[in-house]
């Protein structure tokens, strides 16, 4: 081929090409282009919605606290804001002295008024979401009530005198003289036994207390996380008011992680647990507290308490 004939080829290729053979997707005439085919989206993750009425747990149980202002005594309870991955619902809301189906099932008992009467409050149920579903797990009681002290001294009546009280008249003269059996019928002056004065009172007894805080309702019961350190206050009270507690140690169970295993009565018991109890069980603590009043004498008295740790966000 001479170098004219190839020239002329190249010229014709190239006045012969055809656009008609490039496809632009953006030409409305040549119709909307087939959308990409891609991967089906992902399932989402399970998520199992909680039966009515159970809810996610914020506010977690603290302790039952009373406190006294004047005559006025209030009774409370108090929470930390915090996740532990529970559940809970309302079971019960009861009304001062109003008895309840669950009285007796919170962990934290329901405390009374000084006149005997049951707390206001609400009972809750706590649940844990395990692989068989929501599992009930305990009952606590929200104590929520106030009272006002009575008065002691009586009040005279609305338009009593103010002169004091009315003479009382003395038996006639020929009246028959009152007879007893403690005397054998002897009168005044006729040998009589007169009961002994200078006998000394009997001492009273003693109820030991513990709590989760320093003036808060005495549990015999409490729950605690696994490893949050909490304080355990030693209380004892003879007859209806508290008296001091001079010293106290650590009788026998399992305390953990014990701060110290003894200590003075404005000193808590300090201590976290690293494991869980056995299944069903809780760590059976008993201390023994050392009281030296001039109501109870020099004394010694057992407190017990039963210690429940759990943690759902861990696994042993």
């Known amino acids: 081929m001479t170098l ?49 009425g159970l809810y996610y747990v914020t506010d977690t149980y603290v302790a039952d606290v ?27 809301e009861v009304g001062t002295g109003t008895l309840s189906t669950f009285d007796g099932a919170a962990f934290n008992g329901r405390a009374t008024l000084t006149d005997g009467r049951a707390v206001a409050g609400t009972y809750y149920e706590n649940y844990l979401l395990t692989n068989d579903g929501f ?12 009272e006002l002290a ?17 003479p009382v008249a003395a038996p006639a003269a020929t009246g028959p003289l009152p007879t007893g059996t403690c005397c054998g019928g002897k009168g005044p002056g006729e040998g009589a036994e007169r009961e002994p004065r200078d006998v000394d009172p009997p001492q009273l007894p003693i109820r030991p207390g513990v709590s989760l805080a320093p003036a808060s309702v005495p549990l015999t019961r409490i729950e605690v996380l696994r490893g949050r350190v909490v304080s355990i206050w030693l209380h004892a009270f003879a ?3 508290e008296v001091a507690v001079r010293a106290w140690s650590l009788a026998s169970g399992d305390g953990g992680e014990a701060v110290s295993t003894s200590g003075g009565g404005a000193t ?49």
């Open 150 to 166: 009575r008065q002691r001294a009586n009040t005279p009546a609305p338009g009593a005198s103010s002169a004091g009280p009315a």
């Open 239 to 241: 007859g209806d008011r």
């Open 135 to 146: 599992v009930p797990v305990s009952v606590v009681f929200f104590q929520d009530d106030a």
């Open 66 to 92: 009373v406190t006294v202002s004047g005559p006025l005594t209030t009774y409370t309870t108090t929470t930390i804001h915090e996740s532990t991955g529970s559940y809970a619902r309302v079971l019960d």
């Open 4 to 52: 004219r004939a190839a020239a002329f080829a190249l010229a014709l290729l190239a006045t012969g090409a055809s656009p008609a053979l490039a496809w632009d997707p953006y030409d409305e005439a040549s119709g909307s282009p087939e959308p990409p085919v891609s991967a089906p989206p992902a399932d989402p993750a399970p998520f199992i919605a909680p039966p009515p």
């Open 268 to 316: 808590p018991f300090r201590t976290s647990w690293a494991r869980l109890a056995p299944p069903g069980s809780a760590y059976e603590l008993v201390f023994r507290l050392e009281v030296d009043t001039p109501e109870t004498g020099h004394r010694l008295v057992d407190a017990h308490i039963a210690v429940s740790v759990r943690s759902p966000a861990l696994q042993d």
